[in-house]
């Protein structure tokens, strides 16, 4: 069964920091670029960061440039995200999905990518 499982997430005060990591069963994530999104509450799911298949071309919205670090091991069939400096506006479910190969200069248009998790919930709270 092909799957991808978002795990980390959690409740954590401004400023904290969480790791979020997409791991694959069933397949193997290194010929996929493999983004992260996420969902608030009324809103829709934007792009947060995406990294090519072998890691050598990343990309993040401005919103968490400098905060978050995209990473991928593709001999444990993971990539992670770590988030720094979390701020109320980053709660949400974050999602990991998978488009081939490359993210593309519209990495950040969800209806691209093909898999997705079933997410895990972010919770930024004092």
């Known amino acids: 069964q092909v799957q991808l499982v978002e795990s980390g997430g959690g409740l954590v005060q401004p400023g904290g920091s969480l790791r979020l990591s997409c791991a694959a069963s069933g397949f193997t994530l290194g010929g996929y670029a493999i983004g992260w999104f996420r969902q608030a509450p009324g809103k829709e799911r934007e792009g947060v960061s995406c990294i090519s298949s072998i890691g050598r071309t990343t990309y993040y919205a401005d919103s968490v440039k400098a905060r978050f670090t995209i990473s991928r091991d593709n001999t444990r069939n993971t990539v992670l995200l770590q988030m720094n400096s979390l701020k109320f506006e980053d709660t949400a479910v974050y999602y990991c999905?998978?488009?081939?190969?490359?993210?593309?200069?519209?990495?950040?248009?969800?209806?691209?990518?093909?898999?997705w998790g079933q997410g895990t919930q972010v919770t930024v709270s004092s």
């Open positions: 999905a998978t488009r081939p190969t490359t993210c593309g200069s519209n990495w950040y248009d969800s209806g691209r990518f093909g898999s």
